[in-house]
């Protein structure tokens, strides 16, 4: 709320409307002009506190500034939110790191069910490595179908794709396209909130140059965790674009104040070259994994 006084009003009408705020338990700034005083109000004004400064003398005008946003506002709800559930903790101490496997081999089709589309292929329960089927070190695996699987081996498997198909479990990650600002990407959450259909995860997945380049938006997730208490993860491969630029993204991203990111790694036969980008080698992503939550130690102390 900005309360703005009468032009020439005397300071001890100033000081009365001001001693009125702050006894209501708003923090008050004020702004001295040459000729008006103006008042910035925080906290949570209602109509009826803004109908009595109204009244109060030497007072102007009475102006009500609202958020674009109010569920995922950091006003609301301050302490940050923890997404929580087999796939682990999104926004905990630790980092959450997930992981999109790319070369995975369904079961081998019989005569009664073949494998009709690759969305079939990836609901179907592919010959996993052991290690893979292991899941160590990795919190979750991701998928960019509408309909993941329940799990890729060990690992609860979150669906990355902005409509999923009666998801197995109810976390929905938004976007923030590459033009959004903070605002509008906590916007989109905000509805996701308003519907109360899931628990909502931010994904940070970069700005683009006018050459289609990404780039990982340090300061927006900055901004985004000053204004929401929603957890935010980086989607490493889609900024990286490149296997040799996962690292530096990946780690720079848990600087940054990121709660998690997404690697992608190959999963198929040793010695075939993956057809997807940024695609890292198992025990690559596995020494990634271990390089970013030695980085968030370090940074969070």
Not at 81 to 92: D, K
Not at 113 to 123: F, L
Not at 198 to 225: D, H, W
Not at 251 to 278: K, N, S
Request: include cysteine; proline fraction near 7%.
């Amino acid at each position: 709320m900005i309360v703005v006084m009468e032009a020439g009003v005397n300071e001890t009408a100033i000081e009365n409307v001001i001693a009125f705020l702050v006894g209501a338990g708003f923090d008050v700034h004020r702004s001295s002009g040459a000729k008006r005083t103006t008042l910035g109000i925080v906290g949570d004004v209602t109509e009826n506190d803004a109908a009595v400064v109204r009244e109060l003398d030497g007072v102007s005008q009475v102006v009500r500034v609202t958020e674009p946003f109010r569920l995922a506002s950091r006003r609301f709800r301050q302490r940050s939110t923890v997404v929580e559930g087999p796939w682990g903790l999104i926004g905990g101490e630790r980092p959450w790191i997930a992981i999109e496997p790319i070369g995975l081999v369904p079961r081998r089709e019989t005569a009664s069910r073949p494998v009709q589309s690759e969305d079939d292929a990836a609901g179907s329960a592919p010959e996993l490595p052991y290690a893979v089927a292991a899941g160590r070190p990795f919190d979750a695996a991701v998928t960019r179908s509408h309909l993941p699987p329940d799990a890729l081996g060990s690992l609860a498997c979150l669906s990355l794709h902005e409509q999923p198909t009666s998801p197995h479990y109810a976390v929905r990650f938004v976007a923030r396209p590459p033009s959004a600002g903070a605002n509008a990407w906590i916007g989109t959450a905000e509805r996701e909130l308003e519907r109360a259909e899931c628990q909502v995860v931010l994904l940070e997945q970069g700005g683009e140059y006018p050459s289609g380049a990404r780039t990982l938006e340090v300061a927006a997730i900055a901004r985004a965790k000053q204004r929401t208490h929603l957890p935010i993860v980086v989607d490493v491969p889609i900024i990286a674009e490149r296997a040799r630029y996962s690292a530096p993204v990946a780690c720079a991203a848990i600087a940054a104040g990121a709660d998690g990111i997404v690697l992608r790694a190959w999963v198929g036969r040793e010695g075939v070259i993956p057809r997807v980008p940024a695609t890292l080698a198992w025990s690559e992503a596995v020494a990634l994994a271990e390089r970013v939550r030695a980085v968030a130690a370090a940074v969070r102390g």
